[in-house]
């Protein structure tokens, strides 16, 4: 299994970037830079490539709406370039809070649009001549929708490779599939060992069925809190904050797609009372509802033994990354669970 972690979009990118070099003569693999609403990713992910030599980089994520799929094919390239072919482009469709509230663009046929804009990039890393006629993209522009002036280009420069890998952060069971056929790798949220399979097994089985053998096996990349220790436990309240804010207050109700994962799990009652809890502004008290076996069961939190076990329950659900989230303050704890995980696997 490949360790990775991400960067904290919210601030202090300065000293992340200083914990990344650090955490990469650790033995960590791989680093995530996602892009919310907070300063973009790309301009991030070019510094890390910098200040780092071996350890990947990721966008987590790139959403498929604010980009055209041309502009992330070419940076994309840019960022494989500068890392001298150290990127994954991570792919995701947020959503409609996101995508219709701050980028004003709306939120539509995630799917459809996902699986063309991936076929568009793939040209133009091949520097194919870009020709698509899709029902959500056309390049270049039919006349009657444009000048008539557009003819198909290539890209100018050469790609460091021809095939980027690409990670699509899934949830519903049509994105999950896609993922399985056409990615290289996928991103769940709230990972739980133990339920996966029941959720995600039949979109997951769909997809492979129908994958190019050349994508190779499906890389599966969890996020998971990391703290390893004998008195740790309580470090688990830190994650309540955040699985309140998704499964409370990610979507209005009935479009949460959080909410009813927590659902798919056997949290109905609990999901329910966390959305109504945060939509009525009591945030403290949606974080206080989260569950302490969920929180337990997506964590690596606990005495090194019990990790070790998680870490067997991970592996057995499939996953092959562990983007860790370090709980214990301070560079030097942060790197020195890094280490310990590492010693584990």
């Not at 050469?158 to 990615?183: F, M």
Request: glycine share 10%; with cysteine.
């Amino acid at each position: 299994m490949r360790i990775g972690t991400a960067v904290n979009y919210s601030g202090g990118f300065a000293e992340s970037v200083e914990d990344i070099v650090e955490l990469e003569k650790a033995g960590l693999d791989i680093v995530f830079v996602p892009e919310a609403y907070s300063f973009d990713a790309v301009s991030q992910l070019g510094y890390l490539a910098a200040k780092t030599s071996t350890v990947e980089l990721a966008s987590g994520i790139f959403q498929i709406y604010t980009r055209t799929p041309t502009l992330t094919a070419m940076t994309a390239a840019g960022l494989d370039f500068v890392s001298n072919g150290r990127f994954t482009l991570g792919l995701g469709a947020s959503g409609p809070q996101v995508i219709e509230g701050f980028h004003g663009v709306k939120y539509d046929a995630p799917l459809g649009r996902t699986r063309e804009l991936i076929d568009i990039c793939r040209q133009v890393w091949r520097r194919e001549k870009v020709v698509h006629d899709g029902k959500y993209y056309k390049i270049p522009l039919p006349a009657e929708e444009g000048t008539g002036l557009g003819k198909p280009l290539k890209l100018i420069n050469h790609p460091v490779r021809q095939r980027i890998p690409i990670l699509l952060a899934a949830l519903g069971p049509k994105n999950v599939a896609l993922t399985a056929e056409v990615a290289e790798g996928w991103e769940p949220i709230f990972f739980y060992p133990e339920k996966a399979a029941e959720v995600w097994g039949a979109s997951l089985a769909e997809g492979k069925a129908k994958r190019d053998p050349a994508l190779g096996e499906l890389d599966t990349v969890v996020g998971t809190a990391l703290a390893i220790g004998d008195e740790v436990d309580g470090l688990l309240d830190h994650l309540r904050p955040h699985l309140a804010l998704y499964i409370g207050g990610m979507g209005a109700r009935g479009k949460n797609f959080y909410n009813t994962l927590a659902s798919q799990y056997g949290f109905e009652a609990e999901a329910k009372e966390i959305q109504d809890l945060y939509l009525d502004g009591k945030k403290d008290e949606a974080a206080a509802a989260v569950p302490l076996e969920l929180l337990r069961a997506i964590s690596l939190v606990g005495p090194a033994g019990y990790v070790k076990e998680r870490i067997a329950a991970f592996r057995e659900a499939g996953a092959t990354t562990l983007v860790v989230n370090p709980l214990l303050p301070g560079r030097e704890a942060r790197v020195d669970a890094v280490r310990k995980l590492r010693e584990l696997l």
